[in-house]
Nanobody, 117 residues
Framework: QVQLVESGGGLVQPGGSLRLSCATSGIIFSNYVMGWYRQAPGKQRELVATIAKGGNTNIADSVKGRFSVSRDNAKNTVYLQMNSLKPEDTAVYYC??????WGTGYWGQGTQVTVSS
């Protein structure tokens, strides 16, 4: 059974930081491209960042310079470090695992991030 479990969300003031974690099980983690997506109320889910198994990253322009993504293949975990948070970063953040060859994909349940004073 595949599981992706996000943690680390919460309420933070503008300018603050949070680190999200996504712990996985049931997949060969090192073979998957891992990604973070977010969905704000009334908006479509959007890509935030991805990291390939070799460590190459892709960061959305809206968060470039503020967010970074990393992975620990030994812990089967991917992280999203979010700095200089803005109210427009408020959303549910989802972890995604995508196999680059088979196309198989999995989602976590999401974690709420709220940026507000």
């Amino acid at each position: 059974q595949v599981q992706l479990v996000e943690s680390g969300g919460g309420l933070v003031q503008p300018g603050g930081s949070l680190r999200l974690s996504c712990a996985t099980s049931g997949i060969i983690f090192s073979n998957y491209v891992m990604g973070w997506y977010r969905q704000a109320p009334g908006k479509q889910r959007e890509l935030v960042a991805t990291i390939a198994k070799g460590g190459n990253t892709n960061i959305a322009d809206s968060v470039k310079g503020r967010f970074s993504v990393s992975r620990d293949n030994a812990k089967n975990t991917v992280y999203l470090q979010m700095n200089s948070l803005k109210p427009e970063d408020t959303a549910v953040y989802y972890c995604n695992a995508q196999h680059p060859i088979w196309g198989t994909g999995y989602w976590g349940q999401g974690t709420q991030v709220t940026v507000s004073s």
